[in-house]
């Protein structure tokens, strides 16, 4: 082995993103220094020193791999060796058909694979422009970027960072939850990894409740604005409870509170107008969070207001709701097919700072990034996973996006979840069964995504075939 394959590749930040990357890299015999700058510098979010901490909800979404295009990217992440995954897998808590897990064995999961390391060092400081020497560096430091290096990002780049804001749920302690009048159910008594099909608390309301409840969302006292945050846009994935309310009296019941697929065990005849659900946050089952419940909304608000809501007049949170700012590049403009930076090609960048949106989602990118890293130290040559992957799509939309401008107006880049709509079409869309009967709405919808996620794993597959060897 020749010195420059000795040498070490930086990753700065110990995310989900920033801890992929790291595993990547060592897995394929590359020694990493990992830069976190907690606990020397703390963020307005975390709360612990551990790695991969989760700040906001504890799900990485749906785990159907058959129909849905995050389920599918957890999949190929397990196919290419994830250590997200394999921790999420080991610390899952009940979640109807999704994957959530117990937040704190998680991290701890993530962390203590990476001390143990023995290509791997972490190093607890806050890092700015990484100096020159570094030949080779991945930055994943999401959306909670240090000033200092943000700044530095800018001046490199000539470039405006643009911001979104993201929010948090509040989570509240499963004892103090009324449970003789909310109940047991996933959605459609749904089962997932680790779930019953009675994984959510749902708390139902009238129609009376519910109209009182968003009124005094309306109302509520708020956080204001700092100068810096007035023209900063929302990522519409993660909308704050009360803005979600000012959109119209309906929304939330088209929403997070919308009341299909459930019926309350107290009173089967009676239909709901809307439900609040909570989802399991750790393993013991002793706290639930309220879904898509982020909120700007002063602490006592949020105590008073959701104290309304049936079966929570006596709730005990653990953790109130709140809000932070994410900034990310303009990628596709920036970044190379391998994310590097073209201004600076040393720097590749990882997570949510690229301009994907999600846990999974930011791993996946750290996780791609890991194993570019790995081959150019390597000197072997890797290609882009195929844009009929999961992987492949998701990197497609954040190097290859839409950055046109109309009047030097807003950016059209945004922050994207994965879903099928970034994936290429298919060849030949199902359009009978197995019996030859005709496919129609929904089932034709369900045999379409079959078939996106059979192709995505075959040619996942093959790609990794070409790329085996630099994985042992």
Known sequence: ?????????HVVGGGLAGSEAAWQLASRGVPVVLHEMRPQRA???????????LVCSNSFRSDDAATNAVGLLHEEMRRLG??????????????????AVDRDGFSAEVTRALASHPLIEICREEVALPPQEWDSVIV???????????????SMTGEDALAFFDAIAPIVHRDSIDMSVAWFQSRYDK???????????NCPMNREQYEAFVAALNAG?????????????????????????????????????????????????????????????????????????????RHGEQTRIFRTIPGLERAEFARLGGLHRNTFLNSPKLLDASLRLHASPRLRFAGQITGCEGYVESAAVGLMAG??????????????????????????????????????????????????????????????????????????????????????????????????????
């Open 140 to 154: 994943a430091t999401g959306p909670l970027t240090s000033p200092a290096l943000a700044d530095a990002i800018r």
């Open 371 to 472: 194993r570019f890293a790995a081959a150019e130290r390597l000197g072997q040559t890797i290609e882009p996973p195929p844009p009929t992957t999961a992987h492949g799509a998701l990197l497609a939309h954040i190097t290859g996006g839409h950055i046109e401008t109309v009047d030097a107006g807003p950016r059209s880049f945004q922050p994207m979840n994965v879903n099928f709509g970034l994936f290429p079409p298919l060849a030949q869309i199902p359009v009978k069964n197995a019996d030859g009967s005709r496919l129609r709405g929904p089932e034709k919808t369900k045999a379409k995504k079959h078939a996106m996620s059979a192709r995505a794993l075959a040619d996942l597959e093959q790609w990794m075939g070409g790329t085996r060897v630099a994985a042992e």
């Open 221 to 297: 006292d708020k956080m204001a604005f700092h100068e810096f945050e007035q023209s900063t846009p929302y990522f519409d994935g993660c909308l704050p409870i009360e803005l979600m309310a000012e959109r119209g009296p309906e929304t939330l019941r088209h929403g997070p509170m919308k009341p299909v697929g459930l019926t309350n065990e107290h009173n089967p005849q009676e239909k709901a107008y809307a439900v609040v659900q909570l989802r399991q946050d750790n393993k013991l089952g002793t706290l639930f969070n309220m879904v898509g419940f982020q909120t700007k909304l």
């Open 1 to 9: 082995m020749t010195s420059a394959r000795k040498q070490a590749v």
């Open 191 to 201: 089962a997932g990894p680790g779930g019953s099909g009675a994984d959510y608390i």
């Open 82 to 99: 994830s250590l997200v995954m394999r921790s999420a897998d080991a610390h899952q808590v009940p979640a109807g058909g999704a994957l």
């Open 43 to 53: 963020t307005a979010v975390h709360k612990t020193e551990n790695l991969a901490e």
